[in-house]
């Protein structure tokens, strides 16, 4: 039984009222040059129904020949639950990445279980049959303008890829860009912390949270910045003085004004001199 295409209109409705999470799309005539040539390419090599391989970076919703990924699962998000007309359900997300980047993979319900059971941090899989949707700008958490679709037809396999994924690489967004870039965008950003707040906690829906205020400079330009969780004791002193790179940065708004908050995805490196 295919129950992603009913059930997970329903479930992508009520998260979309429950949940906060995005980043900068990638143009939209860059996106339509792309899919033109990958799909003229691929429909001229594509004698049967065999899936062409492709990479992370070149997935868009006009891609009309069979294809397949190969990437690591480099985050796992908690699970979410929920309560609908059609009963109680469930939805999973991870990261996926590969040598292009990354983009997130999602699973409705028993799709999710069965994701679950297979998929493992930091091991390489190959995807097939995978559905293609564009991603809400508010609710993503990669740069990707895409994300994936478990059905029934999905395969997994473990494969052995080359590349070492944990060598992060970024794409800085000077902090004079913030205020005009689109609210929700995903970024990195190389700064110095000038003030450390220090770390709190509290409960929400019997989870213990964590979380740590900072404000960041970069040439004088200023910004409140909450670290959450995991990332609040990554650095287990104080952290004023230090100069960072941070990956996956959400520019989130707050209290009348823009702020930046990191992920379940982000990451936090200290910069040597």
Not at 200 to 217: A, H, L, Y
Request: include cysteine; charged fraction near 20%.
């Amino acid at each position: 039984m295919d129950i992603s295409s009913d059930i997970s209109n329903t479930v992508e409705e009520l998260i979309n009222n429950n949940s906060n999470e995005t980043s900068i799309g990638v143009p939209v005539n860059t996106l339509q040059e792309t899919a033109s040539s990958i799909n003229e390419d691929r429909q001229n090599i594509a004698t049967s129904n065999e899936p062409i391989l492709i990479q992370i970076s070149e997935i868009n919703t006009n891609i009309i020949f069979p294809w397949k990924i190969q990437a690591y699962v480099t985050c796992e998000y908690p699970k979410k639950t929920f309560a609908n007309t059609y009963g109680n359900g469930e939805v999973s997300n991870w990261d996926l990445t590969d040598q292009s980047g990354s983009i997130t993979l999602v699973a409705f319900n028993v799709h999710s279980y069965i994701m679950t059971e297979k998929l493992k941090l930091n091991q390489a899989y190959e995807f097939k049959n995978l559905t293609i949707r564009a991603s809400s700008d508010a609710y993503k958490t990669v740069a990707h303008p895409c994300q994936l679709i478990c059905t029934t037809g999905t395969r997994v396999q473990e494969v052995d890829l080359s590349f070492n994924f944990q060598q992060i690489s970024y794409n800085f967004i000077h902090l004079n860009q913030v205020d005009t870039i689109p609210l929700n965008s995903i970024i990195d950003i190389q700064v110095k912390i000038v003030h450390d707040f220090g770390i709190t906690t509290g409960m929400k829906n019997e989870n213990t949270w964590f979380r740590r205020n900072i404000i960041v400079d970069q040439d004088g330009v200023n910004f409140c910045m909450t670290l959450w969780n995991n990332l609040t004791r990554t650095i287990d002193r104080n952290m004023e003085g230090l100069r960072v790179k941070f990956k996956n940065v959400k520019v989130s708004w707050f209290d009348g004004s823009r702020t930046l908050t990191t992920m379940a995805n982000s990451h936090i490196k200290i910069i040597r001199n």
